[in-house]
Every structure is written in structure tokens, then in C-alpha cells.
């Protein structure tokens, strides 16, 4: 990260050379006056993606799970806590941990026809958890999973990448 860039990041720095203490490295003042402003939730599950920090996440878990549990409520859903618990930590396994797809190697689409979407991964690159495997997560069958869940799932995947966008929206910020 050029020293430019620091400078504009921490509002405290006056000229380039107090960025860094001087040496060209990035200082805990530095991230933290990028990241000021942003909502702790979206910033653990940014950094849980980018640096693959759980700690954070675990930490901002409780904010996720009250929101999730904000929409279950007022959409009615008629769940368990623990059940919410479970869909919240899918949802972040696959939206900040899930690996490349073995089959198309993270490109999307298929290596025998580069035409159509990977079959494997749905077209989206990344190496996702089966259905079957979250309908057991939930303790639900899988007829349940995709008749009920799939959807409140990718609720609450909206919810994750709302955060995680918002986080990079006031970083972007600070930047300009």
C-alpha cells in the first residue's frame, strides 16, 4: 500500500512520512482510521473473506445472529433459535470461506463447454456446501430445505453481502 494511500487513510498523518512511523509500514492507526465508521458486523465479515480472520467474526456473531433473528421475526418464521444459529453459520461458511470450485477451478463455466455455467458450483466459481449436507445442518429433510429454507438462506446471505458491502463502501470512502 503506497504511502499516498496511508496518508489519505489516517486523517492524524500530516505529510507522508509520519504514515507508517516513516518506514513504509501499514500501522494499526492506519487500518483503523480506514475502517472507522463501519459497522463491526460488516467489517467481521469482510475480514473473515479477505484475510480469512474468524476471530472477528466470532466476536461480531451475536449482531449477525440479532439481526437474522430480527428478519425470522418479522417475516414470521416459525423456527427455532438454534435453527437460525445453524442457518446464520452456513451462511457464513459459504459466504466467507467456501473454496474454489474443483471443477471449473473458479472460472463459472464449464471446461468442456466454456458456454454454458459449471454444473458442479451453479455457475458461481466457489465450491458450495450440497443441499443435503445443510438440510442435516437444520436437522430438516430435504424436501423441507428446498421447499422452506433455500430461500431464508439466501436471505440471509443478502443480509451478509449488505454488510460486507456496506463495509467496503465507507472504506472506499475514506480512499477517495
Known sequence: ????????????????????HGHGETTSL???ACCAGCDKAGLSVLLERVA?????????????????????????WKVKKDQIRTLLQ????????????PSCK???????????????????GKHMLHLNDKAEALKVAKKTWLD?????????LSILQDKEYEAMRVIYRRLE
Open 90 to 101: 452456513i451462511a457464513l461458511f459459504e459466504h466467507c470461506q467456501a473454496g474454489t470450485c
Open 52 to 76: 480469512g480472520n474468524r476471530e472477528v467474526h466470532q466476536r461480531d456473531f451475536y449482531s449477525l445472529y440479532q439481526e437474522v433473528v430480527g428478519v425470522a421475526s418479522s417475516q414470521r
Open 106 to 124: 473458479g472460472t463459472r463455466f464449464q471446461i468442456s463447454d466454456p458456454s454454458k455455467p459449471c454444473r458442479r458450483c451453479k455457475g458461481a
Open 30 to 32: 492506519d487500518i483503523a
Open 148 to 156: 422452506v429454507w433455500e430461500a431464508r438462506f439466501h436471505e440471509v
Open 1 to 20: 500500500m503506497g504511502k499516498e494511500i496511508l496518508t489519505r487513510l489516517n486523517p492524524k498523518t500530516q505529510t507522508m512520512e509520519q504514515s507508517g
